[in-house]
């Protein structure tokens, strides 16, 4: 399918700014993890195969089971007087039609091709990829001020984007009572069931209401009331709609693709607020921290999450990728022909899955571009000449140089790959001096 039919993206839109800032929180989004670059990335397939797999392990806990960052945390059960410990597990049905609504289930820019790596998919305010994941990826960054090893792999990898994603949904639900109301006291707040995640997918983009920027409160005095039903088919405005009715519309809308729905259909119940019990609770008057007064019982009817039958999803997509480099060293000469004044490195996946790979340099002179990417490796779908491998452009900022003739090193190395590779760059560069204080006679 041509690039230019794919459903835009929310960090797309015209005036869908205030819909990204708020997944995670982040105090002040000073700069992106990569800034002023932008990392690559791959691309899966046209019908999102790969990316509904990788949706279907984060629900489970089966894509990094084991990672302090990556791994599921427990979601809780009950209401605020029994709150305790429960599965690492989530509705995927909420998971997968978040994922749609932040970046039409995409991880990579709009002028990348299905099935190969190009520039990675990043929102003004820092939100990468597939879950537009914001949380974690700005400034302040790893050891020696350079990106994390975790920011590598949220902006280049979709296995690691999506878990990230599913941590933090799990974390916005496990908030409550503390920090956000509750919806379910009737049902023990349990979250297997879909419409107990109202608040949760709320906060996923931000708990806002009026006065804020963009506020997602359904009451908003700025949103028409009654309002349609958001469709999820791209007729209709999503900036006059609260984030959560935009999930729950793309959850009973599956977006179609090759004439092939992306996922069941599942008509999740809104709260009617029509109805007192929803609309004392949920009234502006009552939507102030922390939040008490807003809990709700289960909108009906109520949906089961059906919990998605797979396994070995881990080893199908994330592989046992090993970090390839195709040279040790290189040489600029800024005075040579075009090709000279730069170098190139190829990085490559000798493995299986996808490597997250991230480059580095000694010096400030050294201007390496894309700064992470993406490699395939064998059983990994590649149908385009721009992977398996990735590719490191090496220039020259002259104005940093120390002498004419320099020396320095690029690190490559890997977040799910063990090892590194570091590769020496030599710098010709014959400058023409002029003597001080003289200039050319007219």
């Not at 990392?39 to 195969?49: G, K, S």
């Not at 209401?209 to 999820?232: D, F, Q, V």
Request: glycine letters at 8%.
């Amino acid at each position: 399918m041509p690039r230019l039919l794919r459903a835009l993206p929310l960090t797309l839109i015209v005036g869908a700014a205030f819909f990204l800032g708020l997944r995670g929180e982040p105090d002040v989004a000073t700069a992106c993890a990569f800034d002023p670059l932008r990392p690559a990335t791959y691309e899966a397939d046209a019908l999102r195969t790969r990316y509904l797999l990788a949706l279907d392990g984060a629900a489970t806990n089966q894509l990094l089971p084991g990672d302090g960052y990556f791994a599921l945390p427990q979601v809780e059960t009950g209401t605020r007087a029994n709150r305790a410990e429960g599965p690492r597990a989530l509705p995927v049905e909420v998971l997968r039609a978040i994922g749609w609504v932040e970046s039409s289930l995409t991880m990579a820019s709009r002028s990348t091709r299905f099935e190969s790596i190009g520039p990675a998919l990043v929102s003004f305010d820092c939100g990468h990829g597939v879950m537009q994941v914001t949380s974690g990826m700005t400034v302040p960054l790893g050891d020696g001020d350079r990106p994390s090893g975790n920011q590598t792999a949220v902006a280049t990898s979709y296995p690691h984007n999506i878990a990230r994603g599913a941590v933090i949904l799990a974390s916005k639900w496990n908030d409550a009572p503390q920090l956000r109301p509750i919806a379910g006291t009737d049902t023990g707040g349990d979250p297997a069931i879909i419409e107990n995640w109202y608040y949760a997918v709320w906060a996923y983009n931000g708990f806002t209401g009026p006065g804020s920027k963009k506020s997602n409160h359904p009451l908003e005095p700025t949103l028409s009331w009654p309002r349609a039903g958001y469709e999820c088919d791209g007729t209709q405005s999503r900036t006059r709609y609260p984030y959560q009715e935009l999930v729950w519309g793309c959850m009973a809308n599956p977006a179609v693709r090759e004439n092939q729905q992306l996922w069941a259909a599942v008509p999740a119940t809104l709260p009617d607020f029509t109805e007192p019990q929803f609309y004392e609770a949920v009234r502006l008057t009552n939507f102030a921290f922390p939040y008490r007064d807003m809990d709700i019982p289960t909108p009906r009817p109520a949906h089961q999450t059906q919990r998605p039958s797979v396994s070995n999803v881990a080893s199908l997509l994330l592989g046992n990728p090993r970090l390839g480099v195709d040279q040790s060293s290189v040489t600029i000469r800024t005075n040579g022909t075009p090709d000279q004044a730069t170098a190139r490195i190829r990085v490559s996946n000798t493995g299986t899955g996808l490597l997250s790979w991230s480059a580095s340099s000694s010096d400030g002179f050294l201007v390496v571009t894309p700064p992470a990417g993406s490699a395939v490796g064998s059983g990994v779908p590649c149908t385009s000449g721009d992977c398996p491998a990735g590719e490191i452009e090496v220039t020259i900022n002259p104005s940093l140089l120390p002498a004419s003739r320099a020396t320095a090193t690029i690190t490559i190395s890997s977040p799910n790959a063990s090892g590194s590779t570091t590769v020496r760059v030599q710098v010709f560069a014959d400058f023409e001096v002029a003597v001080p204080g003289t200039s050319r006679a007219p």
